[in-house]
């Protein structure tokens, strides 16, 4: 509980309240609701105890505010031809295919530390949606200031119907009136996966809804009589958490095939990542004088320019003076996912240096992530947290933080994981979110 003297600001709640507010046993209620057993929630505990932090995120209406704006200027720009004709120019051929769908769940990952919000990157294989929408209808209010909280502009309850409409929505738009009959959800040895925990939850959401799902290694899918097909028949729709983003890994070649000849409708798809998640993408949408050529508002180039970390290429002609600059910057593959292979410059060797520079890198200015205390075995700490919003068709549906310690974020931290993010609904019609916290 914290004094009614310091909650006038998200940033005191994030400093000072240090209470527990996820009641466990309401999310296994939640956990078993969906599946009609406690497996789940029992192999969480036990094999992936920093999947979701004890406690909150805390946000205000003004910061949520600003990264929407931020989001809407990004898929402004992305929709002029000068962009996509550049994005799409150094991509790979798989993303020449255009199926005409936005693609499921883009991730806008933020900073909200000093002169924030500030967006880092974008992801199409933003994973931990659901999750995060069961996590969020398991808090309690720990003090008065959390009750009629919101996680984001969906209501809580609503977003199970948001998420499988947003597939209903991706099959129309590439297949129009025709049914939607199976679903594959498909990763690389799936059940070895971190989020496998959430490729079951959507596979009883769309089974719960009418349409049969299943969970796949790409291994399991062939090419049969014009159609992708799995041990248990015909499949429509892929619902991809690969990070072979192009399709180009020889284990991935039955996919691509359906990719390229429209066998299967794959989403999110090398399209999307082409035109939003490569970080190379991040150097136009930071570069003033190209986006004054884009003809889009000037207000939104102002959201861009003071809404986004600064982005270059990284090229050896510069080596000397990054290098100098060093500890004020932050090095990123130019196709990472996953904060793999990247680095704070602060905390560069020589050896890894020259690793960048031989590489496919950027180089973003170092925005410092927002800190939350928290109570961690009897001990007040402070973790660093990112938040994540999960876009559809430029619709932000989700907010959702991710606490951790170290460079990037982990899932191994104590006291850290998926947090739900609140904030007050006045800019959200007043009760989105009403039900997000429970006594």
């Not at 530390?113 to 069961?134: D, F, K, Q």
Request: hydrophobic fraction near 45%; proline fraction near 6%; aromatic fraction near 8%.
């Amino acid at each position: 509980m914290i004094t009614s003297t310091s909650t006038s600001s998200a940033s005191a709640l994030n400093r000072e309240c240090l209470c527990t507010t996820i009641n466990p046993a309401a999310l296994e209620r939640e956990l078993a609701a969906a599946l009609g057993d406690n497996d789940l929630y029992r192999s969480i505990r036990e094999t992936r105890p920093h999947l979701f932090s004890a406690t909150a995120v805390f946000v205000t209406p003004e910061l949520v505010n600003k990264m929407r704006t931020v989001i809407e200027a990004v898929e402004a720009v992305i929709a002029t031809p000068t962009y996509r004709s550049i994005a799409l120019a150094r991509a790979s051929a798989a993303a020449a295919h255009d199926p005409h769908s936005p693609g499921v769940f883009l991730g806008y990952d933020f900073h909200l530390g000093e002169h924030s919000p500030r967006l880092i990157e974008i992801n199409t294989n933003a994973g931990g949606a659901l999750l995060n929408v069961y996590l969020a209808r398991a808090q309690k209010a720990c003090c008065p200031e959390m009750h009629g909280l919101t996680t984001g502009p969906v209501a809580l309850a609503a977003l199970e119907e948001e998420f499988v409409a947003m597939f209903r929505s991706e099959w129309r738009a590439a297949r129009g009136s025709l049914p939607l009959t199976r679903i594959a959800i498909v990763d690389d040895a799936p059940a070895t996966q971190y989020l496998h925990p959430e490729f079951v939850l959507f596979q009883a959401l769309f089974r719960r809804h009418g349409i049969d799902a299943l969970i796949a290694d790409p291994a399991e899918l062939e090419i049969r009589d014009g159609r992708l097909v799995h041990a248990d028949g015909p499949v429509d729709l892929v619902y991809n958490r690969l990070t072979d983003f192009a399709l180009e890994e020889p284990s991935h070649a039955g996919l691509r095939v359906a990719w390229l000849d429209d066998l299967a409708l794959i989403t999110p798809h090398p399209r999307t990542h082409a035109l939003y998640a490569d970080k190379r993408n991040l150097i136009p949408l930071t570069d003033p004088e190209w986006l004054h050529t884009t003809g889009i508002d000037p207000a939104a180039i102002e959201a861009l320019m003071s809404g986004i970390a600064r982005t270059r290429l990284v090229e050896r002609a510069q080596a000397d003076t990054l290098w100098a600059e060093r500890k004020r910057l932050f090095f990123k593959p130019a196709g990472g996912y996953g904060s793999k292979a990247v680095y704070r410059g602060d905390k560069l060797t020589r050896r890894v240096w020259e690793e960048i520079l031989a590489g496919d890198y950027v180089v973003q200015e170092l925005v410092p992530p927002g800190e939350r205390q928290v109570q961690v075995e009897a001990e007040s700490t402070a973790l660093k947290y990112d938040v994540r919003c999960f876009v559809y068709a430029g619709k932000v549906q989700l907010l959702a933080a991710r606490l951790y310690q170290g460079q990037a974020t982990n899932f191994r931290t104590l006291g850290g994981g998926f947090a739900p993010v609140f904030y007050p609904p006045a800019m959200d019609g007043g009760s989105a979110g009403r039900e997000a916290v429970s006594e």
